[in-house]
């Protein structure tokens, strides 16, 4: 009976191998590198900061007075819009009480015969029309963050409208949550037609800005100690609709290169301002994408994109001239602004 056994235990085995062997017959496997380049080009290059938070009113304020009186006419009613000096009180010997701005009043609490003392409130004030946002910005980037700097504000509810402001006051202390650190910033939109407060929003703060000025693909700057290079391709490959060129087959070319030292600028995650050594036009190599390709009897394949390889990784020791920041610059996403043409 155990002979039985283990005959029917080998024929599954070959019925096994055999299965094996037919499915990855004629199957072969080969790893190709991609070359890839990019061209020197002519733009503008913005670093930003990013945060998240929500719509307030720019004045949300109670109105208080400064010294004691008695009310003779109250001059405005609940729901009322004043503008900043309009009077809003007049008292019994004759001196008024002006709106410290321009809003809505609300929660009145004085009426004619009133006697008031220093330090009251009479009224709250609010301007709905006149908007700001207040925005958490992670600790690492509060530094970049001056007063007056412009910002680009997307409100949620609104995706589609751009609207812009200016940074008007940061935080001097920051809150923390779990062990995070972040400081408001409060930034006050130049208009805020359609809003209400409350909205979220979504804003980039322009920290530096540079125009006109040539730069590359981040990726294509190498280091060598204190000194930047690039690789310059001695002869081009097929140009594809990106802007980025590799051979017409898809893979590498086998094209020499030599290193071209040059000065780099302004940067954000994305680019880099070449301010010496390369000229507008110029063709410059990026890391090599390496793939895997499988194909059988039938002619099929696949691919399997490995990620990019090169010199530290392709951005000056491990993605973006050591560790994500620049050696300080934005780590929140900066974009490229107008890329002249491209």
Do not use: C
Not at 114 to 135: E, F, W
Not at 148 to 158: C, F, K, M, R, S
Not at 171 to 191: E, M, P
């Amino acid at each position: 009976m155990k002979k039985w056994i283990i005959v029917i235990i080998a024929l599954i085995l070959v019925a096994g191998a055999g299965t094996t062997w037919y499915v990855t017959k004629g199957e072969s496997k080969e790893i190709v590198a991609i070359n890839r380049t990019a061209t020197v080009k002519k733009g503008t290059i913005e670093t930003k900061v990013t945060g998240s938070g929500s719509l307030t009113p720019t004045t949300d304020k109670d109105i208080t007075v400064t010294e004691g009186n008695t009310v003779d006419e109250v001059l405005v009613s609940n729901g009322d819009t004043v503008k900043k000096g309009e009077d809003i009180l007049s008292y019994t010997d004759g001196t008024v009480l002006e709106a410290p701005a321009a809003g809505t009043i609300s929660d009145l609490q004085v009426y004619e015969g009133s006697r008031i003392n220093a330090g009251q409130v009479v009224a709250h004030l609010t301007n709905y029309s006149d908007l700001s946002t207040v925005i958490s910005v992670d600790e690492l980037d509060i530094p970049e963050v001056k007063v007056g700097q412009t910002v680009n504000i997307t409100v949620n509810a609104y995706p589609d409208k751009k609207y812009t402001g200016t940074v008007k006051s940061v935080a001097k202390a920051g809150t923390v949550n779990n062990g995070v650190s972040t400081f408001d910033v409060t930034v006050r939109l130049k208009s805020s037609k359609n809003l209400k407060s409350g909205m979220t929003t979504t804003a980039e703060i322009i920290t530096n800005k540079v125009d006109n000025v040539l730069y590359v693909p981040v990726d294509a700057i190498h280091k060598n100690g204190d000194s930047a290079y690039v690789l310059v391709p001695e002869q081009s490959s097929n140009a594809t609709a990106n802007g980025t060129d590799q051979s017409a087959n898809g893979q590498a070319e086998n094209n020499n290169a030599k290193q071209v030292e040059v000065k780099t600028g302004a940067h954000n995650d994305n680019y880099i301002e070449i301010k010496s050594g390369l000229e507008e036009g110029q063709t410059v190599q990026l890391p090599q994408i390496t793939m895997s390709q499988s194909g059988n009897s039938n002619g099929d394949q696949k691919q399997n994109q490995m990620g990019p390889g090169g010199f530290g990784g392709g951005n000056f020791g491990g993605g973006n001239f050591g560790g994500g920041n620049f050696e300080g610059g934005n780590r929140s996403g900066g974009s490229f602004g107008s890329r002249g043409g491209n």
